[in-house]
């Protein structure tokens, strides 16, 4: 088979892996979708009407659809994909629970500003009953809830602890001296615990280089995230690598780099060589959306002066709109690239 043959083989097997994977994404959010319907929903709801907790339509989006949705198809599925399997109806009703009060306890730290030894004595539920919002008792209920089916194990308790602790301190992204490095540091240490945290409650022995590549993959999440929420970040006074950098193109090479790394670190797996291919292109499918969102954002090197006033910086600038089909379709070829910078 030629050079340019050969190309085109692979490249044609790589585009049926990615559209397979992407099948199996709808699929996979479609079950889970059934899942918080008949399962979650009706516990959320309970512990709310029990304790009078009448959440916003937006706190309502995060703990009943968007965190239980997310950290079980993109997070954990991803990480099991190495080891071959996907998740357990246990380990699903375990990440449920712990996404449902993971979010309720980020609103204590990054919205309601509690102080860290207020946050111990509600995470310890040592906080005097008369001090207990409704959000907190309904925090207590599915963090009880969890603990009926799952038993704390060191890795649990040391990922959870680091978690925490490294919330709290990405408050300092809300201040604007804070440096590049800082930002990233932060998103790296305290996505790449969060990351750990939901490994922790699945039924696997991680090896050091599974855990590595886990918490390199928080890291790659948050700048994706980043990406995408670049216009509420800055509404809400925080400061991202996206504002830190000195051009978005900057920012397009931090990215790239932090997904090769990602890369390298699942290939260091000790897993048979289809299983880490497999996590890679899958992952791919959704970091391809970052890369998306990146493209997007660049044109405000050419339009904006430097230094950017990002206060002034026009919402459809900042906002990468997937109601046209064309960015669906870079979606697809970011995809592709990321997949063969995978086997590089």
């Avoid at 906080?127 to 907190?136: A, D, G, N, Q, V």
Wanted: glycine share 2%.
């Amino acid at each position: 088979m030629c050079h340019s043959t050969q190309f085109l083989y692979l490249a044609a097997m790589n585009y049926l892996q990615l559209l397979f994977y992407a099948a199996g994404y709808c699929f996979r959010i479609y079950r889970q979708l059934a899942f918080i319907k008949s399962f979650l929903l009706p516990k959320v709801d309970a512990a709310c009407n029990q304790f009078n907790y009448h959440p916003t339509e937006k706190e309502a989006k995060k703990i009943k659809f968007y965190y239980p949705l997310f950290n079980h198809v993109v997070n954990c599925e991803n990480y099991l994909t190495i080891k071959n399997r996907r998740l357990s109806r246990l380990e699903t009703e375990r990440l449920g629970f712990i996404s449902v009060w993971a979010t309720l306890y980020d609103d204590f730290i990054d919205e309601e500003k509690w102080k860290k030894e207020k946050l111990v004595e509600i995470f310890e539920k040592t906080l005097p009953i008369e001090e207990r919002t409704p959000k907190m008792q309904v925090f207590m209920a599915m963090d009880d809830a969890l603990k009926r089916i799952f038993t704390p194990t060191p890795f649990y308790k040391e990922s959870l602890k680091l978690a925490i602790d490294w919330q709290i301190e990405s408050a300092k992204q809300l201040n604007s001296n804070i440096s590049l490095e800082e930002v990233l540091h932060i998103s790296d240490v305290k996505c790449g615990n969060s990351s750990l945290l939901w490994a922790s409650i699945l039924e696997e022995e991680w090896t050091e280089e599974e855990k590595r590549f886990i918490y390199q993959s928080g890291f790659v999440g948050q700048l994706v995230n980043d990406a995408f929420d670049a216009r509420k970040d800055i509404l809400d006074g925080g400061y991202t690598y996206i504002r830190k950098t000195e051009s978005l193109a900057q920012a397009k090479e931090i990215f790239l780099d932090a997904c090769q790394t990602l890369n390298q670190t699942i290939m260091a797996c000790d897993a048979p060589k289809k299983n880490k291919l497999k996590t890679i292109r899958r992952m791919a499918c959704i970091h391809a959306f970052g890369l998306v969102a990146l493209e997007h954002l660049q044109a405000i090197d050419k339009n904006y002066p430097k230094p950017i006033d990002w206060d002034n910086v026009k919402r459809s600038d900042l906002v990468t709109d997937f109601a046209f089909a064309s960015n669906w379709i870079k979606t697809f070829k970011y995809a592709l690239q990321l997949a063969v910078i995978s086997e590089q």
